[in-house]
């Protein structure tokens, strides 16, 4: 059980990370770029946007009107990962 639900997180994280990049706006590319993910542990992955600028990006300023790209990406992939984690358990 352990092993397909390791293999579903690591799925899952490298879809959060491809549908980042995805949504990410490209200026420079240096935001989509930057996006990766990580082993943590067992079943614990992160995905890194790397660049100190992706929050105000992400949740706007009050110059510029927010550009979601991580939450979008996190939403696209919420209902899929519930569902294989269901099959699991």
Same mark, same amino acid.
């Given at each position: 059980?352990?092993?397909?639900?390791?293999?579903?997180?690591? @799925?899952?994280? !490298?879809d *959060?990370?491809?549908?980042?990049?995805?949504?990410? /706006?490209?200026?420079?590319? !240096? !935001? &989509?770029?930057?996006? +990766?993910? &990580? @082993?943590?542990?067992?079943?614990?992955?992160?995905?890194? *946007?790397?660049?100190?600028?992706?929050?105000?990006?992400e949740?706007?300023?009050?110059?510029?009107?927010?550009? /979601?790209?991580l939450?979008?990406? !996190?939403?696209?992939? +919420?209902? /899929?990962f519930?569902?294989?984690? @269901? +099959?699991?358990?």
């Open positions: 059980m352990e092993a397909k639900a390791e293999k579903i997180v690591a @799925k899952a994280a !490298l *959060v990370q491809a549908n980042a990049q995805a949504y990410a /706006p490209v200026d420079t590319g !240096l !935001l &989509r770029a930057s996006i +990766r993910t &990580r @082993k943590i542990g067992p079943c614990h992955w992160q995905v890194i *946007v790397g660049v100190d600028y992706g929050a105000y990006v949740y706007g300023t009050r110059y510029q009107a927010a550009q /979601p790209f939450n979008r990406a !996190l939403d696209a992939i +919420r209902g /899929p519930l569902d294989a984690m @269901k +099959r699991v358990v």
